[in-house]
């Protein structure tokens, strides 16, 4: 199983970019997805979840706002629609996704990397000012 990250570029600050996360050879229709992000010098940083049944979703405060996580469970993709971008959302973004299905969390648990089991190969994006 295997996850496909695209859809980054380098963009203006206040462009928007949306980010796809496509699986293949399997499905994760049934688990939670995540975006995660690492900036150069950086930690990786939780940038956004959404549950397994899309009913919820989670956001870092700095993208609260700005940025929104969906799913299309038909196309097996995760998307994250980002707008107003900002210098500092510069990063490789990565999606990851939880083996386990229809596992519901508390919430710090989604903003964990260890969670997710999974991981795409990342996509940049670099956004200047």
């Known amino acids: 199983v295997q996850l496909q990250a695209s859809g980054g570029g380098q963009v203006q600050a206040g462009d928007s970019l949306r980010l796809a996360c496509a699986a293949s050879?399997?499905?994760?229709?049934?688990?939670?997805m995540g975006w995660f992000r690492r900036a150069p010098g950086k930690e990786r940083e939780f940038v956004s979840a959404?549950?397994?049944?899309?009913?919820?979703?989670y956001y870092a405060d700095s993208v609260k706002d700005r940025f929104t996580i969906a799913r299309d469970n038909a196309k097996n993709t995760v998307y994250l629609q980002m707008s107003a971008l900002k210098v500092e959302d510069s990063a490789v973004y990565y999606c990851g996704a939880d083996k386990r299905r229809r596992t519901t969390y508390t919430g710090p648990t989604y903003r964990s990397s260890s969670l997710y089991d999974i991981w795409g190969q990342g996509t940049q994006v670099t956004v200047s000012s």
């Open positions: 959404i549950s397994w049944s899309g009913g919820s979703t």
């Open positions: 050879g399997g499905t994760f229709s049934e688990s939670v």
